[in-house]
């Protein structure tokens, strides 16, 4: 290669984009070291680089750049006028910059600061409690609210952008949502142990489920959905009600059966205040599941969140 061809492949790049003909703030960063130092060696090791990446470095902005920067010798290294000015550049591009990131910090501590969860009734009541005390001692001093409801109310919140991630226990992720399995729950018959149900020597038939006036859920929660679509349809509600809690209570008192969540009426079962009845021909299984706003993976604490219900 001729001098004059060897000139010409290190002529600066004039084309293309900003990010191709401006040096990266590594170099930048250097190159201020390099002039406060007077040193290529000191300011590498202040970066904590090898002197030749130093030298590297230096000599691939040069060739960007197309003007030499720094002078060599046994001596040191000093600018010359062509890095004096760059040099000068640089300060100011280095400060926007960690004005950029002190900004960026300042968004990322304002996100932190607080957590809106929304969940479908069940996982508020029965799993998150454990998930958030465990998240409160990773992240103490992040605020944390609950918005408890059904499924379609959680999906409302998310795509509304009043919640920050969801939970929700329905057989299908709502529209404009993402989703990850977290867990699987059952469902499963129960009476008062005064019922006839209590006492009885068979499962029931599936159709028999479906032809009973039950307690139910309203219409919307996850829990209704899937015993909907897993019976084909359902009576006519014995009563309505808008929580698990108000639905076991009314369980307990005798009004009536009801299909609730495993997660829901252990202790009941437990205690002999409900009696579980077993069933034929169906399958009351369903996933619970975190959702998000489609395209917006959660970060800060909502990630963490979500890391502790797989934990």
């Known amino acids: 290669m001729s001098a004059t061809e060897e000139q010409a492949g290190d002529r600066p790049v004039s084309t293309g984009s900003l990010a191709h003909r401006v040096p990266d703030l590594g170099a930048l960063e250097l190159l201020l070291a390099v002039a406060r130092l007077g040193s290529l060696g000191g300011a590498a090791r202040e970066l904590g680089i090898t002197q030749p990446a130093a030298s590297s470095r230096i000599r691939s902005m040069e060739r960007r750049l197309g003007v030499a920067l720094v002078d060599r010798s046994p001596r040191g290294s000093r600018l010359t006028d062509a890095g004096a000015l760059v040099t000068d550049w640089a300060r100011r591009i280095v400060e926007a910059a960690e004005a950029f ?25 029965y799993l998150l409690p454990g998930w958030l005390i465990a998240l409160r001692a990773q992240r ?51 009476t008062a142990p005064t019922h006839a149900w209590a006492r009885r020597r068979r499962p029931l038939a599936a159709a028999e489920l479906a032809a009973t006036a039950l307690i139910l859920r309203e219409k919307g929660s996850g829990t209704r959905q899937v015993l909907d679509a897993a019976l084909g349809g359902l009576a006519r509600p ?31 079962l437990a205690m002999r205040r409900l009696v579980r009845v077993p069933v034929d021909g169906v399958a009351l299984a369903r996933d619970l599941r ?22």
């Open 140 to 190: 103490p001093d992040t605020a944390v609210s609950l918005l408890a409801g059904n499924s379609a109310a959680v999906a409302e919140r998310l795509v509304s952008g009043e919640a920050d991630v969801g939970f929700v226990e329905g057989l299908t992720v709502p529209a404009g949502l993402d989703s990850a399995v977290i867990a699987r729950d059952r469902l499963i018959v129960v």
């Open 101 to 125: 990131d002190a900004g960026a910090q300042a968004l990322r501590d304002r996100r932190d600061s607080r957590l809106r969860v929304a969940a479908s009734m069940t996982i508020a009541e």
């Open 290 to 311: 975190a959702v998000w706003p489609t395209g917006h993976r959660p970060t800060g604490p909502a990630r963490d969140l979500l890391a502790l219900t797989r934990a």
């Open 238 to 268: 014995l009563i309505e009600l808008s929580s698990t809690t108000a639905v076991k209570a009314a369980v307990v008192s005798g009004a009536g059966p009801a299909v609730l969540s495993e997660l829901a009426v252990g202790e009941e």
